[in-house]
């Protein structure tokens, strides 16, 4: 409900502002992801404070197809994304008493989760020049969680090797983001248009469905976006 909400809140202040021009385009998010520890139980501060030393941010990624509408000051935005996002440990030697001790000296873990993505924001514009704008955004975004994945890389010397197995979990089908971002918007002529943004995105629900311990994964990274244009005609009655 509060999704829907917004999206009317959004198309309704970008079209009060004045609706101009409607495009379709791709956009590139390569960025860094990590999570943030959500801890009920007050007894498991240990190991929070285990994890907080261990885990670590990944570079990720995510792209896909944007849908926007703009005015003079304002206007919305709404893409299709696919996803790859998660956080990784930090290398360490493998226990003795590990059976992989045999071969391999250091071990490192990963988690990867594969979404697909309905990002939606509100963009202000202000004019730097007749092809230059400045922009702000805020929006929400919904993710349908398609796989996740336990990498984890064992070493011996210069010598390396992956095993990838699908995580164990009741993880949340559904979840839901803030994002914000602020950037540079460039119009080579009357059709193409490129813009350049610093986003952060947070995913408001934990990667599991329930659990006293959870982790809620957040992106960081530049959005870089190429549209195709057009400009929208009134047609005035007599």
Wanted: proline letters at 3%; aromatic letters at 14%.
């Amino acid at each position: 409900m509060r999704i829907t909400l917004m999206l009317v809140l959004l198309s309704s202040v970008a079209l009060a502002f004045g609706q101009n021009y409607s495009g379709i385009g791709i956009n590139l998010f390569p960025n860094v992801s990590h999570r943030r520890l959500v801890a009920f139980d007050p007894d498991a501060q240990n190991q929070v404070d285990s994890l907080e030393a261990y885990e670590v941010s990944r570079p990720s990624y995510a792209g896909g197809l944007v849908l926007s509408y703009r005015g003079k000051k304002a206007g919305v935005q709404v893409g299709l994304n696919y996803s790859q996002t998660g956080y990784r440990g930090i290398r360490r030697a493998i226990p003795f008493n590990d059976p992989q001790a045999a071969n391999f000296s250091e071990q490192a873990y990963a988690f990867r989760s594969q979404q697909l993505e309905v990002p939606f924001s509100i963009f202000f514009y202000q004019a730097l020049s007749d092809k230059d704008d400045f922009f702000f955004s805020l929006g929400s975004g919904l993710s349908y969680n398609l796989s996740n994945q336990d990498i984890t890389t064992r070493y011996a010397g210069d010598s390396s090797e992956r095993e990838v197995k699908t995580a164990a979990g009741d993880f949340r089908r559904v979840n839901y983001a803030f994002q914000t971002s602020m950037g540079w918007e460039h119009r080579f002529n009357d059709k193409w248009v490129m813009s350049v943004a610093p986003t952060f995105r947070l995913w408001l629900g934990g990667l599991y469905r329930d659990e006293s311990l959870n982790r809620n994964l957040y992106q960081a990274g530049l959005r870089l976006t190429f549209r195709f244009e057009r400009e929208i005609i009134y047609l005035e009655n007599d």
